[in-house]
């Protein structure tokens, strides 16, 4: 009763020390005081770095935070590894970028500006160069970012140095410059403006609206969260070139891999796991992607930003109506997290069987052969999709007499416009849709991205024709504003091109 311990209760002692009075318990057997506990942190997330040494020092690395407990504890890694007190610096140089995604999350107006000024306050409070870009832009993207980009000189290869030499370069270079404890250059710069966060600015209204439509075409959440982690993805990789960065680190953690390793899985991305998961992933060329937080349970980062007073900003998920079963990624992460309760080696070992996975397989040897979403090469070959798939293999074809005057049958996927054996249309109607064919896109696509396709398709089928009690169809929409029309168009542009 009251604030007395229970009289059957142990202190257990720190298995480092020895000395201090156990903080928390990382695994069974393993408590930690918090001096120590901090130190293994820090230690390993050095560790991951060293033991890799993919980033070169005075490289450009953009860290991409999105208010959540793993990214947000990144950062603070990085933040006290540039520190004059460190033992041993990074000698990278960093900049934050932040995705806002609120107009999906079903948040108003108000609600978003007021994310986005926490945001802001977290971003400056950094010292970090900073890019608050809106989910909106990604509208905007050029067809350029589904083509990987030319790898950059400085990295590691057969015609760059090495990483012992990158090192001995750099140190060499510092004592030129006699720069004995001072930062790194470009540290402390602001691309955004310093001083108290102004009121931020959302997009326009229609861009908004654009961008909802593209989702609420999507027919299942599945589908929905996909599209969000496509676009997500190419707004970072595209800041990431256009500002001049040649690494992206992200803050995924051990359990967010194990979770994406089993929902990729049951995706059709077995081919992929090994960059979907690893600590880094290269398909996009110039530009790689680094995962440096992933061999953090989600335990171990909730503990050290408690601990630590680590800053976060929770933003909601994405929207759904379904509690019950609402999306493959959200079904995947309850099972093992209701696993994990019952038998607490359940994500390590998911984890550790990713490790042993190649990424070989998601290598592509020519444009032909990538996939135009994902960029991993593509892993079909007949099966499912080696007919004639075609969209009036979904929808059903129409009645003549009820197309749009002057139309060609294109848009239902018949004759030419569903042969799968180029990417155009050979259609010779003056139909100026015919180059956009839905069932052109397919031959593009790996198996994953097919299935997304697919969705969008089967929602657009169910619009672009009513049934009523008499039996005859009524046409709601024209039938070539269907799934292509709701891609996002630097993706329509880069398929034509293709």
Same mark, same amino acid.
């Given at each position: 009763?009251?604030?007395?311990?229970?009289?059957?209760?142990?202190?257990?002692?720190?298995?480092?020390?020895?000395?201090?009075?156990?903080?928390?318990?990382?695994?069974?057997?393993?408590?930690?005081?918090?001096?120590?506990?901090?130190?293994?942190?820090?230690?390993?997330?050095?560790?991951?770095?060293?033991?890799?040494?993919?980033?070169?020092?005075?490289?450009?690395?953009?860290?991409?935070?999105?208010?959540?407990?793993?990214?947000?504890?990144?950062?603070?890694?990085?933040?006290?590894?540039?520190?004059?007190?460190?033992?041993?610096?990074?000698?990278?140089?960093?900049?934050?970028?932040?995705?806002?995604?609120?107009?999906?999350?079903?948040?108003?107006?108000?609600?978003?500006?007021?994310?986005?000024?926490?945001?802001?306050?977290?971003?400056?409070?950094?010292?970090?160069?900073?890019?608050?870009?809106?989910?909106?832009?990604?509208?905007?993207?050029?067809?350029?970012?589904?083509?990987?980009?030319?790898?950059?000189?400085?990295?590691?290869?057969?015609?760059?140095?090495?990483?012992?030499?990158?090192?001995?370069?750099?140190?060499?270079?510092? +004592?030129? !410059?006699?720069? &004995?404890?001072?930062? *790194?250059?470009?540290?402390?710069?602001?691309?955004?403006?310093?001083?108290? $966060? @102004?009121?931020?600015?959302?997009?326009?209204?229609?861009?908004?609206?654009?961008?909802?439509?593209?989702?609420?075409?999507?027919?299942?959440?599945?589908?929905?969260?996909?599209?969000?982690?496509?676009?997500?993805?190419?707004?970072?990789?595209?800041?990431?070139?256009?500002?001049?960065?040649?690494?992206?680190?992200?803050?995924?953690?051990?359990?967010?891999?194990?979770?994406?390793?089993?929902?990729?899985?049951?995706?059709?991305?077995?081919?992929?796991?090994?960059?979907?998961?690893?600590?880094?992933?290269?398909?996009?060329?110039?530009?790689?992607?680094?995962?440096?937080?992933?061999?953090?349970?989600?335990?171990?980062?909730?503990?050290?930003?408690?601990?630590?007073?680590?800053?976060?900003?929770?933003?909601?998920?994405?929207?759904?109506? +379904?509690? !019950?079963?609402? &999306?493959?990624?959200? *079904?995947?992460?309850?099972?093992?997290?209701?696993?994990?309760?019952?038998? $607490? @080696?359940?994500?390590?070992?998911?984890?550790?069987?990713?490790?042993?996975?190649?990424?070989?397989?998601?290598?592509?040897?020519?444009?032909?052969?990538?996939?135009?979403?994902?960029?991993?090469?593509?892993?079909?070959?007949?099966?499912?999709?080696?007919?004639?798939?075609?969209?009036?293999?979904?929808?059903?074809?129409?009645?003549?007499?009820?197309?749009?005057?002057?139309?060609?049958?294109?848009?239902?996927?018949?004759?030419?416009?569903?042969?799968?054996?180029?990417?155009?249309?050979?259609?010779?109607?003056?139909?100026?849709?015919?180059?956009?064919?839905?069932?052109?896109?397919?031959?593009?696509?790996?198996?994953?991205?097919?299935?997304?396709?697919?969705?969008?398709?089967?929602?657009?089928?169910?619009?672009?024709?009513?049934?009523?009690?008499?039996?005859?169809?009524?046409?709601?929409?024209?039938?070539?504003?269907?799934?292509?029309?709701?891609?996002?168009?630097?993706?329509?542009?880069?398929?034509?091109?293709?």
């Amino acid at each position: 009763p009251g604030d007395r311990p229970c009289p059957h209760s142990h202190p257990r002692t720190c298995m480092k020390c020895g000395q201090g009075t156990a903080a928390l318990v990382i695994r069974v057997g393993d408590p930690f005081c918090r001096g120590c506990f901090r130190e293994y942190f820090v230690h390993k997330f050095r560790a991951m770095l060293g033991k890799n040494r993919v980033i070169f020092p005075g490289e450009k690395v953009l860290l991409a935070l999105s208010g959540g407990p793993a990214s947000s504890a990144m950062v603070r890694q990085v933040q006290e590894g540039l520190s004059r007190e460190a033992a041993k610096r990074l000698r990278f140089v960093p900049g934050l970028i932040y995705i806002e995604e609120g107009a999906v999350c079903r948040q108003s107006p108000e609600q978003r500006e007021q994310t986005l000024a926490r945001m802001e306050t977290l971003l400056q409070a950094t010292g970090f160069p900073y890019h608050v870009i809106h989910l909106e832009e990604a509208l905007e993207l050029p067809p350029s970012i589904l083509q990987p980009g030319p790898e950059r000189s400085g990295t590691s290869g057969p015609t760059g140095p090495s990483y012992k030499e990158a090192v001995d370069s750099f140190i060499q270079q510092q +004592r030129q !410059e006699g720069d &004995s404890g001072t930062s *790194l250059p470009g540290h402390g710069t602001q691309d955004m403006p310093a001083g108290p $966060p @102004s009121t931020p600015r959302l997009p326009d209204a229609a861009q908004t609206q654009e961008l909802l439509r593209i989702f609420e075409a999507a027919g299942t959440a599945t589908a929905r969260e996909e599209l969000l982690q496509m676009l997500r993805t190419h707004l970072i990789v595209q800041t990431a070139r256009s500002r001049g960065y040649a690494k992206v680190m992200t803050g995924e953690s051990l359990t967010r891999v194990a979770v994406k390793l089993l929902t990729n899985l049951s995706l059709g991305r077995g081919a992929f796991l090994a960059v979907d998961t690893g600590f880094t992933d290269q398909r996009h060329g110039d530009v790689t992607v680094v995962r440096p937080m992933r061999d953090y349970t989600a335990k171990e980062i909730a503990f050290y930003n408690h601990f630590y007073n680590v800053p976060t900003v929770i933003v909601p998920p994405l929207f759904t109506k +379904r509690r !019950e079963k609402p &999306s493959i990624h959200l *079904l995947t992460e309850r099972f093992l997290l209701g696993l994990q309760e019952e038998f $607490p @080696s359940t994500i390590s070992t998911v984890y550790r069987t990713g490790e042993k996975l190649s990424p070989e397989p998601a290598k592509a040897s020519s444009e032909s052969q990538r996939c135009l979403l994902c960029l991993c090469g593509l892993d079909i070959d007949g099966g499912e999709w080696g007919g004639q798939w075609g969209v009036q293999g979904v929808w059903g074809a129409a009645p003549d007499h009820l197309l749009p005057s002057g139309s060609c049958r294109g848009g239902v996927g018949s004759g030419a416009h569903a042969d799968l054996g180029g990417a155009r249309s050979r259609c010779p109607c003056p139909c100026p849709h015919r180059a956009e064919s839905k069932a052109a896109y397919i031959p593009l696509l790996c198996y994953s991205c097919r299935l997304t396709f697919k969705e969008l398709v089967r929602f657009w089928g169910a619009g672009g024709w009513l049934w009523g009690g008499t039996g005859v169809p009524r046409l709601t929409a024209p039938l070539w504003q269907g799934p292509l029309a709701t891609l996002p168009p630097y993706v329509r542009a880069e398929g034509q091109r293709r």
